[in-house]
């Protein structure tokens, strides 16, 4: 591994319906093993209805014909506890969103 690569483990995660899934967060130098818990994935979907609701809320006021939301989210483990970043200093989190209006309507 080189300098530049980043480590990344693998933490379980308990869904609102009960499923448990494997998430991948970077891995923290110096932190303490965590994942011997299972991790509420309530703060990322806390985070995702943030989000959608507050782009929801522009488009209603722009009336697009059409419009396309890309959302890129990355998940991190900070003091034991899932977070959820768009742009955290890095090239990894975006937002791409696309709207059309038919001017013929």
């Known amino acids: 591994m080189t300098y530049a690569e980043e480590r990344r483990e693998t933490i379980p995660v308990e869904l609102p319906n009960g499923a448990i899934v494997g998430v991948e967060v970077p891995q923290v130098r110096g ?3 965590v994942a011997s818990s299972i ?3 309530k703060p990322v979907t806390d985070a995702l209805e943030g989000i959608t609701e507050a782009i929801a809320t522009s488009l209603e006021k722009a009336k697009p014909t059409k419009a396309t939301v890309k959302l890129g989210m990355e998940i991190s483990l ?3 506890k899932l977070t959820t ?3 955290k200093g890095s090239s990894k989190g975006n937002l791409e969103i ?3 209006w038919d ?3």
């Open 31 to 33: 932190r303490q093993d």
């Open 98 to 100: 696309t709207l059309e």
């Open 103 to 105: 001017t013929k309507a």
């Open 85 to 87: 970043a768009i742009v």
């Open 39 to 41: 991790l509420s994935f």
């Open 78 to 80: 900070e003091s034991g």
